[in-house]
């Protein structure tokens, strides 16, 4: 019992000594790691009131807030000259609201335009087309809303029929005339509309262009799905019923023949004489109110 004893002893003691060593590697590695973290606050510039499109940073509308240094976000300044370089000037491409940090990426180049080349994702191209107040939907459309495109042409080898189709959908508006700066509430009816498309779909509006009449329409913002088989519309599908599930209403006009007349010679026959009354002589005698005729000749005379 003795011996069984000891052994236990040993066992435990060596499993203590075990996790201690363990518990201390932990909180080496911890210290290690904290040391390497930065820590404390340092000042990162922020939008000191709301900052539209092209707006020109100047001292009177950034200002400097702590920030911890564990979060700092990427592409943020510290102080006005590395945000503003002296001499230069910089401006905003993308909205900020205000105490929403300044970062490189909402930022025109040092010295460089507010270009809508900066609002162009990867692989997409800016395009502009005509639209006047009809096809431009009376100016309502504005700045980063979706619109469908359509394009009415003349139907290819028969003769001056014109179809509508739709060119291209959901896609997004990056200026209207020469605004890009967003929404105000107003409609401004303007002759351009620059829209974002991929290189094949600027290839088919500047042809387009050239060959047939481009309006646009305006989509409900949101996750709307595009359709995916659009039905070509024409001069003969301009009725009520084509679309919608309401009965058939179409007037029939009423088959209207000709009359034909055709001369034929009609024997006329001649009146029948009128009876001869024998002529007579007759005097009226009126008493009071009523009258009465009396003979008084014979016949001729």
Same mark, same amino acid.
């Given at each position: 019992?003795?011996?069984?004893?000891?052994?236990?002893?040993? @066992?435990?003691?060596?499993?203590?000594?075990?996790? @201690?060593?363990?518990?201390?590697?932990?909180?080496?590695?911890?210290?290690?790691?904290?040391?390497?973290?930065?820590?404390?606050?340092?000042?990162?510039?922020?939008?000191?009131?709301?900052?539209?499109?092209?707006?020109?940073?100047?001292?009177?509308?950034?200002?400097?807030?702590?920030?911890?240094?564990?979060?700092?976000?990427?592409?943020?300044?510290?102080?006005?000259?590395?945000?503003?370089?002296?001499?230069?000037?910089?401006?905003?491409?993308?909205?900020?609201?205000?105490?929403?940090?300044?970062?490189?990426?909402?930022?025109?180049?040092?010295?460089?335009?507010?270009?809508?080349?900066?609002?162009?994702?990867?692989?997409?191209?800016?395009?502009?087309?005509?639209?006047?107040?009809?096809?431009?939907?009376?100016?309502?459309?504005?700045?980063?809303?979706?619109?469908?495109?359509?394009?009415?042409?003349?139907?290819?080898?028969?003769?001056?029929?014109?179809?509508?189709?739709?060119?291209?959908?959901?896609?997004?508006?990056?200026?209207?005339?020469?605004?890009?700066?967003?929404?105000?509430?107003?409609?401004?009816?303007?002759?351009?509309?620059?829209?974002?498309?991929?290189?094949?779909?600027?290839?088919?509006?500047?042809?387009?262009?050239?060959?047939?009449?481009?309006?646009?329409?305006?989509?409900?913002?949101?996750?709307?799905?595009?359709?995916?088989?659009?039905?070509? @519309?024409?001069?003969?599908?301009?009725?009520?019923?084509?679309?919608?599930?309401?009965?058939?209403?179409?007037?029939?006009?009423?088959?209207?023949?000709?009359?034909?007349?055709?001369?034929?010679?009609?024997?006329?026959?001649?009146?029948?004489?009128?009876?001869?009354?024998?002529?007579?002589?007759?005097?009226? @005698?009126?008493?009071?109110?009523?009258?009465?005729?009396?003979?008084?000749?014979?016949?001729?005379?």
């Amino acid at each position: 019992m003795r011996r069984t004893t000891l052994i236990a002893l040993g @066992v435990a003691v060596l499993l203590g000594l075990f996790a @201690v060593y363990l518990a201390n590697l932990f909180l080496s590695r911890s210290e290690q790691r904290a040391q390497t973290v930065p820590t404390g606050m340092t000042k990162v510039a922020v939008a000191a009131v709301p900052l539209d499109y092209g707006v020109a940073l100047t001292p009177d509308k950034v200002k400097f807030v702590d920030y911890p240094v564990a979060s700092l976000p990427l592409g943020s300044f510290n102080n006005f000259n590395q945000l503003v370089p002296p001499g230069k000037s910089r401006v905003v491409l993308r909205p900020m609201v205000m105490n929403e940090p300044i970062l490189a990426a909402k930022l025109a180049g040092e010295g460089m335009g507010a270009s809508i080349a900066y609002l162009l994702p990867d692989g997409m191209r800016a395009a502009t087309v005509r639209i006047n107040d009809v096809s431009g939907v009376a100016g309502f459309i504005q700045p980063s809303d979706a619109v469908d495109v359509l394009i009415t042409r003349q139907a290819p080898g028969e003769g001056n029929r014109q179809i509508t189709d739709v060119l291209l959908q959901n896609i997004r508006v990056i200026a209207m005339d020469q605004n890009a700066k967003g929404a105000d509430g107003k409609p401004m009816v303007a002759r351009t509309a620059t829209l974002e498309v991929t290189p094949t779909d600027a290839q088919k509006l500047a042809l387009a262009q050239q060959l047939a009449t481009l309006s646009l329409v305006l989509r409900k913002p949101g996750m709307e799905q595009n359709i995916p088989a659009v039905q070509t @519309v024409g001069a003969n599908d301009l009725r009520y019923s084509y679309y919608g599930s309401a009965p058939v209403m179409a007037a029939v006009s009423p088959i209207v023949r000709p009359r034909v007349t055709v001369n034929r010679p009609v024997r006329r026959q001649a009146p029948a004489p009128a009876p001869q009354r024998p002529a007579t002589n007759s005097v009226e @005698v009126v008493r009071g109110t009523q009258g009465s005729n009396y003979e008084v000749g014979g016949y001729g005379s």
